[in-house]
C-alpha cells in the first residue's frame, strides 16, 4: 500500500507560479513512477476524466500534456520520497483540482496506468 499527501495549491493571479508537493508512504516501491493530474470542477465534455499533467518514472524519463510543456516541471526527491510539480506562468485554464498518482509502469497520461492516487489539492488562478 501507498499512502499519498498534496500540497502546495492556493490561490495566485495569471502569470503566477505554484508548487505542488506529494508526499509518499508506506511501500516505496509504488513510488518509483509517479504523476500528476487534474480535474476541473467544471468541463465542457461530460464524463471527462482526470487529464494527465505530468509524469516521471524510474529512469528520469517524463510525459508532459500539450498545455503545460515549457511551464511546468515534475521533479522527484527520492531520498524524501516525495513528488513536485512546479508550475509556472499559470492561466486561467490550469484551475482544477490536482491530483497525485504512483505506481505506475512508465511514465503515462493514463489514469487507469496508476494504483494509488492522493485526496488532491486545489489550484485556482485569476485573471
Known amino acids: 500500500q501507498v499512502q499519498l499527501v498534496e500540497s502546495g495549491g492556493g490561490s495566485v493571479q495569471a502569470g503566477g507560479s505554484l508548487r505542488l508537493s506529494c508526499a509518499g508512504s508506506?511501500?516505496?516501491?509504488?513510488?518509483?513512477?509517479m504523476g500528476w493530474f487534474r480535474q476541473a470542477r467544471f468541463h465542457q465534455t461530460p464524463g471527462k476524466e482526470r487529464?494527465?499533467?505530468?509524469?516521471?518514472?524510474?529512469?528520469?524519463?517524463?510525459y508532459y500534456a500539450d498545455s503545460v510543456k515549457g511551464r511546468f516541471t515534475i521533479s522527484k526527491d527520492n531520498a524524501k520520497n516525495t513528488l513536485y510539480l512546479q508550475m509556472n506562468s499559470l492561466k486561467p485554464e490550469d484551475t482544477a483540482m490536482y491530483y497525485c498518482?504512483?505506481?505506475?509502469?512508465?511514465?503515462?497520461?493514463?489514469?487507469?496506468?496508476?494504483?494509488?492516487w492522493g485526496q488532491g489539492t486545489q489550484v485556482t488562478v485569476s485573471s
Open positions: 487529464e494527465g499533467v505530468a509524469s516521471i518514472d524510474s529512469d528520469g524519463s517524463t
Open positions: 508506506g511501500d516505496t516501491r509504488g513510488t518509483v513512477c
Open positions: 498518482a504512483a505506481d505506475c509502469p512508465r511514465a503515462s497520461k493514463n489514469e487507469g496506468d496508476y494504483n494509488y
